[in-house]
């Protein structure tokens, strides 16, 4: 592995995302919490302690065991809903950091030998302004709302949370990492409120088969409470991250008095069962497709608890329900990236992140870590070449055979996360007019990601990962078109370098190997995620004669992440030969940044605003050459005004330096001075109706400049509805795109010319969502997006000298003029029925359409021309547990 490096280089990342459980403030509308070792105990009520780095006497929450059944109805109707040994040591977050909240809030614990149950009695002065809004779960919605987390490991850095709303609608997700949260994650529990002339009541059952703990006599866990007042713009907790420092779960109160208890070994299983019925465009005289098709799937998912692990496991998975990926026309040399949306993959997906442990904030500039396990490489579209013929049936995606993970603790101080997958074979059906054959376009594929982290004492840790893809070829030729084997080992790990936990320092190393024929590896070293081809870089060259690929990255940061003056600096590379992209995802190589960067955080309320922070950074990127690729400065700031609004701007600007990407796998050319800037704007999300803006654009004094708009506004003229559009524009003007390289032996650059065109590009899209959410387990989703692109080239141009940004005119014309349009939508009805048993009823509808030449102004008019192509699916899923 490779040894922590020294600067290399002054840089600068400036990222004004917030991580953690300010991620929860963001799908949830919380705030992210803040710290201060908060809080009351049973009774008598203790006082808040001080903020402290950490908390020498840790308040406690008491359970009480309950012996008769208990009916989670919201009433709190229960004998044990009514002694006097209530929670009540709540202190706001917002608007007032540290003072009392406005209203008084009342919480009690509970447990039995299979479950743990929280009543909260939430009083409010004015109970008929108490905002009661249904949404779908986890839908992110003004609304009163409570919510409890756990740490059952009582580790200090992992757990889970539970909440509802006034109406009644449910949110949950899982802690790791001390600040960072999963809102994907969905547990089987049960939750209600009711509203009364006192405010309002949450009830919750949680089974103990949803948490991970140690068995044990008597159990000590994290808890924390938070009850949210839109109307107040109010949040308080029992124990808040205060804006000034990190730190989250490890602040939590100690839940105590739960005994005799075992997190047993309970079995759950998920069979499903579909019906889809797709209703195609086709093509006169296409044997394999006539317009229309209806087929039938079954599968399950089963959960086990294996010790402190827990086993998923899934059989023929059906992703039928997932949202459908947006449109974009990707006119780069590097992939589009998506989001994982399938269920099976992003529960528990935390366990398997890697490198950004241990801080709770990390800036980057001109840096892109590799996704170590991107999950969406397992039962992607077929990679291989499809053979030419009249007609074809392609699968849209390599059917996944089974899979399984296992996540969880072993012992007090390890973590783990094991995930194992077989994808099938997947076959071409191809016609001409005299005959049908069928060609193999994937092979039978293993993959395998191996995640675990082990906590030293309180101030460090270590972690590992290791990642295989493995596949058996029936079909020749797909030998030379795909990896044979890939496999790829890292380790992190995190070091508070004070007691304090003010100063941290986290990173990772990693190295890659990847095998195959040395077609395959001639394709590899050439592909646009190396270019090894480049004839001016000394430093790399293709090998004929190879049959795998090793390559080595790093990357390492010093944060200091308490206090009003910020500081972060990073070093890190990506070796040439380093490849992660068979399981992970991977846009570039050759890369040596280093960054340093400081700035300030006002967390007083001031006349205007209630936070802000400000943040500046120095950037340079070099290639493996000594090449610098990049340099410059960068700026942003975060803004929370009093009335609820939020800005945030941010600018770049880029000095003179070499571009080794540009000619893709061709000489050096030269970048020339260059900014950009934007802003996103975001009004109260707590009325009923509120509105964003996101805005920017950059310019180059080449002649290229970018602009885009993408403002937006949600509606909700109702507790159960509503309507959110989001329109988009974008604009292109590049001066230099690459069209292709021609061999010329009198050309300077080498014996080719490099072809460049001026490249326009106009953009318009839209997003449009109506949810409707008629109880808080029957809602119905619907999701349209509009989409137009269209492009014009013009002024061909070569690159008339290596290193420059001078071209002269050519010859060369090629007529790649286009103009797309697409519609896409889906509606999705779900009921669960029962807990955890769900049925859907999907309706996707896709029409698309191209032409052969640009068109401006955009046809937006004619986005539903296309004929279009319609699914409808029924999926009935049932869950068991004993």
Not at 516 to 526: D, K
Not at 652 to 673: E, I, K, M, S, V
Request: proline residues 6%; neutral net charge; hydrophobic residues 35%.
């Amino acid at each position: 592995m490779i040894a922590l490096l020294p600067a290399l280089c002054l840089a600068v990342a400036v990222d004004s995302t917030v991580t953690g459980p300010a991620a929860v403030a963001e799908s949830l509308n919380v705030a992210p919490p803040a710290d201060r070792a908060a809080a009351a105990t049973a009774a008598p009520v203790a006082q808040p302690a001080a903020p402290t780095a950490r908390v020498a006497v840790r308040p406690t929450v008491r359970a009480f065991r309950v012996d008769g059944p208990m009916t989670v109805d919201g009433l709190l109707s229960e004998p044990v809903w009514q002694n006097g040994e209530a929670f009540t040591g709540l202190i706001q977050r917002d608007p007032v950091e540290g003072a009392a909240p406005s209203q008084r809030t009342e919480v009690r614990v509970a447990y039995d030998d299979d479950a743990l149950y929280v009543g909260a009695r939430l009083i409010d002065t004015a109970p008929d302004s108490v905002v009661a809004r249904l949404a779908r779960r986890d839908a992110s919605i003004a609304s009163d709302r409570f919510a409890v987390y756990l740490d059952p490991h009582h580790d200090r850095r992992s757990g889970y949370y539970f909440m509802v709303n006034a109406a009644g609608t449910m949110y949950d997700g899982t802690l790791s990492n001390d600040v960072e949260d999963d809102k994907l994650w969905d547990g089987v529990w049960e939750g209600r409120a009711r509203r009364d002339d006192r405010g309002w009541t949450a009830e919750m059952r949680i089974p103990y088969s949803q948490l991970r703990f140690a068995g044990s006599d008597r159990h000590v866990w994290g808890v924390n409470f938070l009850r949210e007042i839109p109307r107040r713009r109010e949040k308080s907790y029992a124990a808040y991250r205060p804006r000034k420092a990190s730190g989250f779960v490890s602040r939590f109160p100690d839940l105590v008095g739960i005994e005799a208890i075992a997190p047993g070994r309970a079995i759950e299983l998920m069979p499903y069962v579909t019906s889809q019925t797709e209703h195609l465009d086709h093509s006169p005289g296409d044997p394999f497709n006539d317009g229309s098709r209806l087929r039938g799937n079954a599968g399950g998912d089963v959960r086990a608890r294996l010790g402190g692990l827990t086993l998923n496991a899934t059989g023929n998975p059906d992703f039928g329900t997932v949202e459908i990926d947006p449109s974009t026309v990707n006119l780069t040399d590097v992939e589009d990236f998506f989001e994982e949306k399938r269920p099976f993959f992003v529960e528990g997906a935390g366990t398997f992140a890697f490198g950004r442990q241990g801080a709770g904030d990390y800036w980057d500039s001109d840096w892109d870590d590799p996704l170590f396990f991107y999950s969406r490489r397992i039962g992607r579209a077929p990679q291989g070449r499809v053979p030419s013929s009249d007609f074809e049936d392609v699968p849209v995606a390599t059917r996944i055979l089974g899979a399984g993970k296992l996540i969880g603790r072993l012992g007090s101080h390890w973590s783990l996360g094991t995930l194992h997958a077989v994808t099938d074979r997947e076959l071409a059906r191809l016609a001409d007019p005299d005959t049908t054959w069928k060609a193999e376009i994937e092979p039978l594929t293993y993959y395998g990601v191996t995640r675990a982290q082990r906590e030293i004492g309180r101030r460090a840790g270590l972690g590992l990962i290791s990642t295989t893809a493995l596949r058996t070829f029936d079909e020749p030729a797909l030998r030379n078109q795909l990896n044979g084997a890939s496999v790829l080992a890292g380790l992190d790990g995190w070091l508070f370098l004070d007691s304090r936990e003010t100063w941290v320092l986290s990173g990772w190393s990693a190295l890659s190997r990847v095998e195959g024929n040395t077609r395959r590896m001639i394709a590899l070293q050439r592909s646009s995620a190396h270019y090894f081809q480049r004839p001016d870089a000394g430093h790399v060259e293709v090998d004929s004669a190879a049959t795998s690929l090793t390559g080595y990255a790093s990357r390492y940061w010093i944060n200091k992440q308490k206090g009003a003056v910020l500081f972060n600096a990073a070093a890190g590379f990506v070796n040439p030969a380093f490849d992660a992209n068979d399981l992970g995802f991977l846009r570039k190589t050759d890369v040596v940044n280093g960054h340093v960067g400081s700035g300030y955080k006002w967390t007083k309320p001031k006349r205007l605003f209630r936070y802000q922070t400000l943040k500046a950074a120095a950037f340079w990127t070099l290639d493996h050459g000594g090449n610098a690729t990049r340099r410059g400065i960068e700026g942003s700031s975060y803004t929370e005004f009093k009335n609820g609004h939020t800005l945030s701007l941010y600018g770049t600007f880029d000095a003179p330096a070499l571009n080794h990407r540009r000619t893709q796998g061709g000489p050096l050319t030269r970048n020339l001075r260059a900014f950009t800037v934007g802003m996103d704007y975001l009004s109260d999300t707590q009325r009923r109706s509120y509105w964003y803006a996101s805005a920017g654009g950059g310019s180059s004094v080449s002649g290229s400049w970018n602009a885009y708009a993408y403002p937006g506004a949600e509606w909700k003229p109702s507790s159960a509805l509503s309507i959110k559009i989001t329109p988009g524009w974008e604009r292109v003007h590049e001066d230099a795109h690459f069209i292709r390289p021609l061999v010329d032996p009198a050309s300077p650059t080498n014996g080719r010319r490099y072809i460049f065109a001026t490249l326009d590009q106009h953009t318009v899209s839209a997003s449009l969502r109506l949810n409707w959410t008629f109880t808080p387990r029957i809602g119905l989703e619907t999701y349209v997006q509009p989409f137009v692109s269209s492009a014009a080239y013009r002024g061909y141009k070569s690159l008339a000298l290596a290193r420059s940004y001078a071209f002269e005119p050519s010859s060369y014309t090629e007529d790649r003029d286009f103009t797309v349009r697409s519609l896409k939508g889906n509606a999705v009805l779900r009921w669960e029925y029962r807990p955890g048993s769900t049925l859907f009823l999907v309706w996707t509808q896709r029409r698309s359409e191209s032409e052969d030449f640009a068109e401006t102004p955009l046809p937006v008019e004619r986005v539903g021309d296309a004929r279009p192509e319609n699914i409808v699916l029924v999926k009935l899923s049932y869950y068991l547990s004993r």
